[in-house]
């Protein structure tokens, strides 16, 4: 049985920081590219950032240099530090795993950056 687990999600003042992992379990996690997405209210879902079964990174313009994304195969986990958080950043933050045409999602975690 596949499953994503998110955690790490909550709130958090403008310019604070949050780590969300999601866990995964029921695939070879180490062949999947492992991507972050969100979804604010009323929004559609856009990719956050992305690693490659190989290690190849990827972000949205709109974190580049705030956001990191990290994998720990051995643990199957993968990682969102997210930090100098914005408002704009408030959203449900999914995990998904994508490999020769089969997505796997998580049930997603709540950010919300408020003062």
């Known amino acids: 049985q596949v499953q994503l687990v998110e955690s790490g999600g909550g709130l958090v003042q403008p310019g604070g920081s949050l780590r969300l992992s999601c866990a995964a379990s029921?695939?070879?996690?180490?062949?999947?590219?492992m991507t972050w997405y969100r979804q604010a209210l009323g929004k559609e879902r856009e990719l956050v950032a992305s690693?490659?079964?190989?290690?190849?990174?990827n972000y949205a313009d709109s974190v580049k240099g705030r956001f990191t994304i990290s994998r720990d195969n051995n643990k199957n986990t993968v990682y969102l530090q997210m930090n100098s958080l914005k408002p704009e950043d408030t959203a449900v933050y999914f995990c998904?795993?994508?490999?020769?045409?089969?997505?796997?999602w998580g049930q997603g975690t709540q950010v919300t950056v408020s003062s």
């Open positions: 690693t490659e079964s190989a290690g190849g990174t």
């Open positions: 029921g695939f070879t996690f180490r062949w999947y590219t």
């Open positions: 998904n795993a994508k490999q020769w045409g089969v997505n796997y």
